[in-house]
């Protein structure tokens, strides 16, 4: 069996990963997970999180003891704001044969190894988020869960993982992997907001609610929300003004009117700022199970997309698609204007003089915001 290894170095890269098998699979399988939680509370602080289910409390058993030894490794005495040594004591003992026994295929050990941070550079981000997403998606494959165990992945599994990672970042001061910075959704994940928005997907209530006087009128119960719970987390790192420290959900919050449209951004965002990102991206390991080959039924990036389809995250346009051939490059003429149906429209001076006078998270200068799934943002006043 060939070992898993790295297959994303370059851009170009991340164009045939964007077509791959890999890619189509992983993302099919988080719409599934995410269609499993529409409309389901999720009691996040259950003292007894066993399902029944012999392979999910498996799993959950061993993130469970993954989760005493935070315990048994306290943070070693440093005056540095990031990075606490003892992650890495904490990073060797993952690597005992406690792992090697919870799963079946090398390709599952290397990228469950891979699920829980950097140990060289003590840091963790969305792609380490991803890598535990391709884990239950691997195993999915092999047979161990199928289309029963959908809702229990997120509710009893992603739950637990996401309580241990937060528990880690905080205990060891990781710092935040291929982070935007404040203009960033969130400086560690993004799974929640996915999930938790798909929760309430059907609800009445205003996503902005979150940010009132009385946060918890958002939702009947806060604790059954990963989204609610998510955001409450961010006051654990980021301290000051929300529309300060976390413009994006802010912003999202005040101007996304449900949640309904929340959900359906979320998911394009995740494509765009985690999927095809090689920032983010660049770690993943591919082997038969996480397949690197293109899919012959890949969608090109100059396909329309139907955005309201329920069944895939919806395809972004590839940047290589607005890049010059090699023969244009090589040309002492390039033409300077192309028509292009993807490109926004002309507009007239006035036009133009009346769109900059709305203040947009764009136009304050973050790039995030410019290409925001959820559309121009208007800044909350």
Known sequence: MAEPQRRIFTERDVHLWCRS???TGITAFIMQLNEA?????????????????????????LLGTLDTWIDDIPPVDSPQRF???????WGRRLEEPIVADAAARSEIVATLLNAFGSFTRIDYGTGHELSFMVV????????VFDTRHRTALVAHVFVTYWKLVTR???????EPAGSHGVWGLDDYCFMPYIFGSAQVRNSDAAPALLFSADPSSAFPSMRDNLYARAVSNID??????????????????HTVPNYYKVNKGMLKMFDAEVLRKRVVVQHLLFS????????????????????TSATSIPPKVNSDAHQPSRRLQNARHVPTTTHNTLLPPLLSR???KKQTQTQTLASSGSAAASTSPFGVLSKPS
Not at 41 to 59: E, F, K, M
Not at 243 to 251: D, F, I, M, N, R
Request: proline share 7%.
């Open 168 to 174: 880690l970042q905080l205990a060891y001061k990781l």
């Open 350 to 352: 006035s036009e133009r």
């Open 236 to 253: 654990k790192f980021k301290k000051g003004p929300w529309h300060e420290h976390s413009p994006q959900l802010y912003t999202i919050a």
């Open 37 to 61: 939680v529409v409309d389901t509370p999720i009691d996040i602080d259950r003292s007894d999180n066993r399902t029944g289910d012999l392979a999910v409390d498996q799993l959950l058993s």
């Open 83 to 89: 990075g606490n040594v003892a992650f890495r004591d």
């Open 136 to 143: 239950l998606w691997m195993m999915t494959q092999l047979g």
């Open 288 to 307: 038969p199970l996480f397949p690197f080959e293109t899919d012959p039924e890949a969608r090109s990036g100059n396909e329309e997309v139907n955005a």
């Open 21 to 23: 098998k890999a890619y």
